[in-house]
């Protein structure tokens, strides 16, 4: 069953936190990552009653209550319960196993083998084509990574593998499922920088290259932007002419052109430098994504990928 809701609302602003959305549509959404205690002996495999044992004994975890004093559970202290829980099976006596758990969460909230994990829950929910696991693993990986690494370590890797298959496939299931993981991360990624921009900043203009609308490493570049306190603005257009003129309605105090491919760097680099001569040179045009490093000889007007690395400093 095809659990994609098109209508789907992954994050919004309550009061001082994110929250997502229902996956029912209705109702008070519930704090995003927080789950009952149901939920979080299902998804680490330890029981309810252990659970309450351990948080009793040891203070692992210690989870936040609602009014009514049900426990909810984060991300954090999901992954506290797997490592204790992983010491504990691997023959650890529980006071050494919570000490153990207790001393990785200190010294590294998320470990490769994290990561991994969670760049394979979201090959999961990608081949499922399930918009809401989508938007859990990916607030999992924030609360646990921060932007920089649930962009690095979770969601460019898990992209990049279906990509990969289907240029060695001619299956269109795949391209299908590789359509689902764009869609579904950008909405996630637009959504997460809508609650991060107050609308206060100067504008920022995120321009996509010619052939790379709609990709999701361009919504990243706009929520890193918004969290530094800019107020971005995604467009994209299939001509330089298209994209000219979308980017100079904005009247913007900075454009970020992304590449995100290789294949798309002339095509950029010729609608930077045609945005760079509308705009005046008042106006720094500065190029992004992955693509940007690959860029020897910038020309005229345009600046590199680390003036646009030193304004983001505060949230890499």
């Known amino acids: 069953m095809d ?9 919004s602003r309550r009061g001082d936190g994110l929250t997502a959305s229902s996956a029912a549509g209705g109702g008070d959404a519930a704090p995003v990552g927080r789950v009952p205690i149901k939920e979080a002996a299902r998804r680490t495999g330890v029981p309810a009653h252990t659970l309450r044992a351990w948080e009793r004994r040891y203070g692992i975890p210690a989870p936040s ?23 504990v099976r691997a023959g650890a006596a529980h006071v ?14 998320a470990t490769a083998a994290d ?15 399930d918009r809401q696991q989508v938007f859990s693993v990916l607030t999992r990986a924030l609360a646990l990574s921060g932007v920089s690494g649930m962009l690095s370590r979770v969601l460019r890797p ?7 298959r289907v240029d060695a496939s001619d299956d269109e299931t795949l391209g299908e499922r590789l359509d689902f993981a764009l869609d579904a991360s950008r909405q996630w990624l637009d959504a997460l920088r809508a609650w991060a921009d107050d609308g206060r900043g100067p504008r920022a203009v995120i321009v996509a290259a010619p052939g790379e609308g709609g990709d999701p490493g361009t919504a990243a570049i706009a929520l890193l932007m ?31 052109m992304s590449i995100e491919h290789n294949s798309h760097v002339a095509a950029a680099l010729m609608a930077a430098q045609a945005i760079g001569r509308r705009l005046g040179p008042d106006v720094p045009i500065v190029l992004a994504g992955r693509a940007a490093g690959s860029v020897a000889d910038l020309p005229e007007g345009v600046q590199g990928e680390a003036a646009l690395a030193g304004l983001l400093s505060s949230v890499l």
Request: proline share 4%; hydrophobic share 45%; glycine share 6%.
């Open 3 to 11: 659990a994609d809701t098109s209508g789907a609302a992954p994050l």
């Open 65 to 87: 209550r609602t009014a009514a004093r049900h426990r909810l559970y984060d991300a954090a202290d999901l992954l506290l319960i797997e490592r204790m829980n992983r010491a």
């Open 96 to 109: 050494e196993a919570a000490r153990q758990a207790k001393s990785e969460a200190a010294t590294s909230p």
């Open 115 to 129: 990561a991994g994990r969670m760049q394979a829950d979201l090959s999961t929910a990608f081949e499922a084509r």
């Open 158 to 164: 898990a992209i990049d593998e279906v990509r990969i």
């Open 226 to 256: 918004a969290l530094s306190g800019w107020s971005p603005v995604v467009v994209d257009g299939d001509t330089v002419g298209e994209l000219t003129t979308a980017v100079s309605a904005h009247h913007p105090a900075i454009v970020a």
